[in-house]
Protein backbone atom coordinates (compact mmCIF):
# COMPACT_ATOMS: atom_id res chain seq x y z
CA UNK A 1 0.00 0.00 0.00
CA UNK A 2 1.55 3.43 -0.90
CA UNK A 3 1.98 5.94 1.72
CA UNK A 4 2.13 9.32 0.68
CA UNK A 5 4.26 10.55 -2.36
CA UNK A 6 6.05 14.07 -3.26
CA UNK A 7 7.84 15.23 -6.21
CA UNK A 8 10.31 16.03 -6.52
CA UNK A 9 12.36 15.23 -3.43
CA UNK A 10 15.05 18.46 -3.99
CA UNK A 11 14.67 21.50 -5.86
CA UNK A 12 16.57 24.93 -6.69
CA UNK A 13 14.95 27.64 -7.92
CA UNK A 14 16.30 31.27 -8.33
CA UNK A 15 14.18 34.99 -6.00
CA UNK A 16 11.39 35.75 -8.35
CA UNK A 17 11.00 32.51 -9.92
CA UNK A 18 7.63 30.18 -9.92
CA UNK A 19 7.70 26.40 -8.50
CA UNK A 20 5.10 23.44 -8.19
CA UNK A 21 5.16 20.70 -5.90
CA UNK A 22 3.23 17.44 -6.30
CA UNK A 23 1.50 15.42 -3.56
CA UNK A 24 -0.19 11.46 -4.03
CA UNK A 25 -2.26 11.05 -0.92
CA UNK A 26 -2.34 7.74 0.66
CA UNK A 27 -4.70 4.87 -1.48
CA UNK A 28 -8.08 5.84 0.28
CA UNK A 29 -7.97 9.48 1.48
CA UNK A 30 -9.64 12.37 0.45
CA UNK A 31 -7.82 15.02 2.24
CA UNK A 32 -4.20 16.64 1.85
CA UNK A 33 -2.80 19.25 3.82
CA UNK A 34 0.65 21.19 2.93
CA UNK A 35 2.89 22.23 5.56
CA UNK A 36 6.28 24.41 5.11
CA UNK A 37 8.91 23.25 7.64
CA UNK A 38 11.92 24.92 8.39
CA UNK A 39 15.12 23.32 10.05
CA UNK A 40 14.75 22.24 13.04
CA UNK A 41 11.29 23.59 13.57
CA UNK A 42 7.40 21.86 13.88
CA UNK A 43 5.69 21.91 10.03
CA UNK A 44 3.69 25.50 9.83
CA UNK A 45 -0.14 24.55 8.43
CA UNK A 46 -0.26 26.07 4.50
CA UNK A 47 -3.38 24.87 3.45
CA UNK A 48 -5.71 21.96 3.40
CA UNK A 49 -7.66 20.61 0.42
CA UNK A 50 -10.77 18.53 0.79
CA UNK A 51 -13.14 17.88 -2.30
CA UNK A 52 -10.90 19.84 -4.22
CA UNK A 53 -11.23 23.14 -3.03
CA UNK A 54 -9.34 24.85 -0.08
CA UNK A 55 -10.95 24.78 3.27
CA UNK A 56 -8.29 25.49 5.88
CA UNK A 57 -5.52 28.14 5.21
CA UNK A 58 -2.34 29.41 7.75
CA UNK A 59 -1.06 32.16 7.97
CA UNK A 60 0.61 32.10 4.50
CA UNK A 61 0.38 34.92 1.37
CA UNK A 62 -1.55 34.99 -1.16
CA UNK A 63 1.97 33.77 -3.15
CA UNK A 64 1.04 30.53 -2.06
CA UNK A 65 -1.62 28.41 -3.84
CA UNK A 66 -2.97 24.73 -4.12
CA UNK A 67 -5.07 22.74 -5.86
CA UNK A 68 -6.78 19.65 -5.80
CA UNK A 69 -7.60 17.04 -9.12
CA UNK A 70 -10.67 14.76 -8.94
CA UNK A 71 -7.79 11.78 -8.09
CA UNK A 72 -6.85 13.25 -4.86
CA UNK A 73 -3.83 14.65 -5.79
CA UNK A 74 -2.86 17.96 -5.02
CA UNK A 75 -0.30 20.70 -5.84
CA UNK A 76 0.96 23.72 -4.05
CA UNK A 77 2.31 26.62 -6.34
CA UNK A 78 4.52 29.32 -4.83
CA UNK A 79 5.20 32.84 -6.47
CA UNK A 80 7.41 35.28 -6.82
CA UNK A 81 9.92 32.96 -4.60
CA UNK A 82 12.30 34.79 -1.96
CA UNK A 83 14.94 33.40 0.24
CA UNK A 84 13.05 32.91 2.92
CA UNK A 85 10.55 29.83 1.13
CA UNK A 86 13.90 27.88 1.19
CA UNK A 87 12.30 25.25 3.48
CA UNK A 88 11.15 21.71 3.66
CA UNK A 89 7.23 20.98 2.36
CA UNK A 90 5.60 18.25 3.49
CA UNK A 91 2.16 16.98 1.73
CA UNK A 92 -0.27 14.94 4.37
CA UNK A 93 -3.03 12.67 3.87
CA UNK A 94 -6.16 11.48 5.95
CA UNK A 95 -9.59 11.12 5.71
CA UNK A 96 -11.75 14.18 6.54
CA UNK A 97 -13.85 11.77 9.15
CA UNK A 98 -10.13 11.07 10.78
CA UNK A 99 -8.73 14.42 10.42
CA UNK A 100 -8.20 14.76 14.17
CA UNK A 101 -6.90 11.40 14.79
CA UNK A 102 -3.40 12.12 12.57
CA UNK A 103 -2.01 12.87 9.18
CA UNK A 104 0.33 10.48 6.95
CA UNK A 105 3.20 12.39 5.56
CA UNK A 106 4.91 12.16 3.04
CA UNK A 107 9.56 12.57 2.64
CA UNK A 108 9.07 16.54 1.70
CA UNK A 109 10.39 18.68 -1.03
CA UNK A 110 13.47 20.26 0.19
CA UNK A 111 13.31 23.61 -1.65
CA UNK A 112 16.00 26.13 -1.87
CA UNK A 113 15.77 29.20 -3.02
CA UNK A 114 18.86 31.42 -4.08
CA UNK B 1 -4.31 31.73 17.79
CA UNK B 2 -3.51 28.23 18.73
CA UNK B 3 -0.37 27.97 19.82
CA UNK B 4 1.58 24.54 21.25
CA UNK B 5 4.80 24.58 23.18
CA UNK B 6 7.28 22.14 23.43
CA UNK B 7 9.66 21.54 25.99
CA UNK B 8 12.82 21.52 26.45
CA UNK B 9 13.79 22.81 23.10
CA UNK B 10 16.77 20.52 22.40
CA UNK B 11 17.88 17.47 25.05
CA UNK B 12 21.21 15.15 24.90
CA UNK B 13 21.47 12.51 26.56
CA UNK B 14 23.09 9.39 27.51
CA UNK B 15 22.01 5.92 26.77
CA UNK B 16 19.85 4.09 29.30
CA UNK B 17 18.47 7.31 30.76
CA UNK B 18 15.23 8.35 31.18
CA UNK B 19 13.53 11.72 29.75
CA UNK B 20 10.48 13.76 29.58
CA UNK B 21 8.84 16.28 26.56
CA UNK B 22 6.29 18.19 27.19
CA UNK B 23 3.16 19.56 25.09
CA UNK B 24 1.32 22.78 26.51
CA UNK B 25 -1.29 25.16 25.10
CA UNK B 26 -3.05 27.43 25.85
CA UNK B 27 -6.30 26.03 24.32
CA UNK B 28 -8.52 22.82 24.47
CA UNK B 29 -7.98 20.67 21.52
CA UNK B 30 -9.72 17.80 20.67
CA UNK B 31 -7.42 15.25 19.98
CA UNK B 32 -3.33 14.96 19.98
CA UNK B 33 -0.82 13.33 17.98
CA UNK B 34 2.85 12.58 18.78
CA UNK B 35 5.01 11.92 15.94
CA UNK B 36 8.78 11.65 15.40
CA UNK B 37 10.69 13.13 12.49
CA UNK B 38 14.08 12.13 11.09
CA UNK B 39 16.77 14.19 9.00
CA UNK B 40 14.80 14.09 5.70
CA UNK B 41 11.79 12.22 6.18
CA UNK B 42 8.06 13.14 7.23
CA UNK B 43 6.91 12.58 10.48
CA UNK B 44 5.93 9.77 11.46
CA UNK B 45 2.71 8.75 13.50
CA UNK B 46 3.85 7.59 17.23
CA UNK B 47 0.31 7.84 19.13
CA UNK B 48 -3.13 9.27 19.42
CA UNK B 49 -4.90 10.39 22.77
CA UNK B 50 -8.42 11.75 22.86
CA UNK B 51 -9.62 11.48 26.47
CA UNK B 52 -8.07 13.23 29.57
CA UNK B 53 -5.92 11.86 31.73
CA UNK B 54 -5.16 9.17 28.62
CA UNK B 55 -2.04 7.45 29.39
CA UNK B 56 -0.52 5.14 26.46
CA UNK B 57 2.43 2.91 26.52
CA UNK B 58 4.35 2.22 23.22
CA UNK B 59 7.13 -0.22 23.91
CA UNK B 60 9.61 2.19 26.27
CA UNK B 61 7.68 5.18 25.42
CA UNK B 62 4.80 6.39 27.79
CA UNK B 63 2.45 9.28 26.62
CA UNK B 64 -0.23 10.93 28.92
CA UNK B 65 -3.07 13.56 27.87
CA UNK B 66 -4.09 16.16 30.39
CA UNK B 67 -6.97 15.62 32.69
CA UNK B 68 -7.80 19.46 31.18
CA UNK B 69 -6.99 18.21 27.58
CA UNK B 70 -4.41 21.03 27.55
CA UNK B 71 -1.09 19.67 28.08
CA UNK B 72 0.56 16.25 27.07
CA UNK B 73 4.36 14.48 27.91
CA UNK B 74 6.12 12.36 26.39
CA UNK B 75 8.47 9.92 28.69
CA UNK B 76 10.76 7.51 27.09
CA UNK B 77 12.51 5.37 29.78
CA UNK B 78 16.15 3.84 29.52
CA UNK B 79 16.61 5.99 26.22
CA UNK B 80 18.94 4.13 23.25
CA UNK B 81 20.61 6.04 19.94
CA UNK B 82 17.89 4.89 18.04
CA UNK B 83 15.35 6.99 19.64
CA UNK B 84 17.65 9.87 18.39
CA UNK B 85 15.10 12.48 16.28
CA UNK B 86 12.75 15.79 16.58
CA UNK B 87 9.60 15.01 18.51
CA UNK B 88 6.64 16.72 17.96
CA UNK B 89 3.15 16.74 19.02
CA UNK B 90 0.17 18.10 17.09
CA UNK B 91 -3.92 19.01 17.75
CA UNK B 92 -6.59 18.96 16.41
CA UNK B 93 -8.83 22.42 17.90
CA UNK B 94 -12.35 21.29 16.68
CA UNK B 95 -13.25 25.51 17.08
CA UNK B 96 -11.14 26.26 14.03
CA UNK B 97 -10.69 22.97 12.37
CA UNK B 98 -6.99 23.00 12.36
CA UNK B 99 -4.63 20.63 13.03
CA UNK B 100 -1.00 22.20 14.59
CA UNK B 101 2.55 21.06 15.21
CA UNK B 102 4.29 21.76 18.39
CA UNK B 103 7.47 23.97 17.86
CA UNK B 104 9.82 20.49 18.37
CA UNK B 105 11.69 18.70 20.78
CA UNK B 106 15.30 17.77 19.17
CA UNK B 107 16.58 14.48 21.34
CA UNK B 108 20.21 13.52 20.89
CA UNK B 109 20.93 9.99 22.38
CA UNK B 110 24.44 8.93 23.17
CA UNK B 111 26.34 5.61 23.21
Known amino acids: DAGVTQSPTHLIKTRGQQVTLRCSPK?????VSWYQQALGQGPQFIFQYYEEEERQRGNFPDRFSGHQFPNYSSELNVNALLLGDSALYLC?????????????FGSGTRLTVV | TQLLEQSPQFLSIQEGENLTVYCNSS?????LQWYRQEPGEGPVLLVT?????EVKKLKRLTFQFGDARKDSSLHITAAQPGDTGLYLC???????????FGTGTRLKVLA
Open chain 1, 27 to 31: SGHDT
Open chain 1, 92 to 104: ASSLIRNRAYGYT
Open chain 2, 27 to 31: SVFSS
Open chain 2, 49 to 53: VVTGG
Open chain 2, 90 to 100: AAFFSGTYKYI
